[in-house]
């Protein structure tokens, strides 16, 4: 038997650790919308200190020249953007220490079910190889292939801790009623699962060509990027259509099937919210001129929408089991 407190300690962990996953995500992306992921150009230091500087005067009178030969082209000192990227860093460090102590937590499990204890086991190093991605990436002065690679490696972390818990709780999910659910349903919640990283993917080939078009224009003058705008753009903005309808279809059912306040049903809200809050935030990148505040929420989203459809999916898998998987 499983101590039902160490459970829940197991459980309250990887779910905080999840959430501080997704606010990375949003750090990360307001990093990136405004132009900071350089504003430490170094790592794991930030200008050769722990503890970044707050003004020029703090840094060596030949930094310039230091920085300049390590590729940095914009060595001018912002404290602005600096202290971005180093609250960024610092976000990184604390899910470190979550996900090692949900990691810890897990040992519990070990003898009664070891997935669920691998699974966890999995996400701390996968964590460790994210924060040396990180370095990485600032290594090889913001190349946009190693930016989305660090971007869809944190979305795979969560979809582990999302299949960890779950799991972990599979023997209360078993007892949950799912006889509505047939295979044409998972079929499309599939599907859609699919069609959300093919979303996902076109939209980090959007954002490394306007990574290029803002360098080219130097982050400013954001109503002329659309003037450059890929083919690809155009893809993924038609495409966000079907994907708003085949989740609200996919919600419909479970709201005609599911019990009322139960949280299969209150997670099909929320994707529907979800989505409609990322096209949202869509629409207004492609009308408004590309506000910053747009980018990261747009971001957040599109992971918030595939971590809600990658648990509806774990939750009905063990819902309509017989027997632990």
Not at 237 to 266: D, G, V, Y
Request: glycine share 6%; aromatic share 14%.
């Amino acid at each position: 038997m499983i101590d039902s407190h160490a459970a829940a300690r197991f459980r309250r962990l990887g779910t905080l650790t999840i959430f501080a996953v997704y606010f990375v995500i949003l750090v990360g992306g307001i990093v990136r919308a405004s132009g900071a992921g350089m504003g430490c150009p170094d790592w794991p230091t930030c200008f050769g200190q722990w503890v970044p500087p707050t003004d020029e005067s703090q840094l060596p009178n030949n930094y310039h020249e230091i920085y300049a030969a390590r590729g940095y082209e914009n060595t001018t000192f912002n404290p602005v953007k600096t202290w971005t990227e180093y609250t960024n860093r610092l976000v990184g460090v604390t899910i470190g220490f979550l996900i090692f102590l949900t990691a810890w937590s897990s040992r519990i499990y070990l003898k009664t079910d070891k997935a669920t204890f691998y699974l966890a086991i999995s996400s701390f190093f996968l964590v460790g190889f994210q924060g040396w991605l990180g370095s990485a990436v600032v290594a090889s002065n913001l190349k946009p292939f190693m930016i989305t690679l660090h971007m869809l490696l944190a979305l795979f972390i969560v979809a582990l801790l999302i299949y960890a818990i779950s799991r972990s709780q599979k023997t209360l999910l078993i007892a949950l009623d799912a006889s509505w659910v047939n295979p044409r349903f998972i079929l499309v919640l599939k599907i859609a699962m699919a069609m959300t990283l093919l979303q996902v993917a076109m939209g980090t080939q959007v954002r490394e060509s306007i990574d290029y078009i803002a360098h080219q224009h130097s982050y400013i003058d954001r109503q002329y990027w659309r003037d450059s705008f890929p083919i690809i753009f155009y893809v993924h903005r038609s495409f966000s259509s079907i994907i708003l309808f085949t989740n609200l279809w996919i919600a419909w059912t479970i709201r005609n099937n599911a019990e009322q306040n139960s949280l299969l049903l209150k997670v099909a809200y929320a994707l529907t919210g979800l989505i409609v809050t990322a096209i949202l935030a869509g629409v207004s990148l492609d009308r408004l001129g590309f506000p910053a505040v747009a980018q990261p929420i747009h971001l957040l989203m599109a992971n918030l929408i595939f971590g809600a459809q990658f648990f509806l999916f774990i939750y009905l898998h063990y819902a309509k089991s017989k027997a632990p998987q």
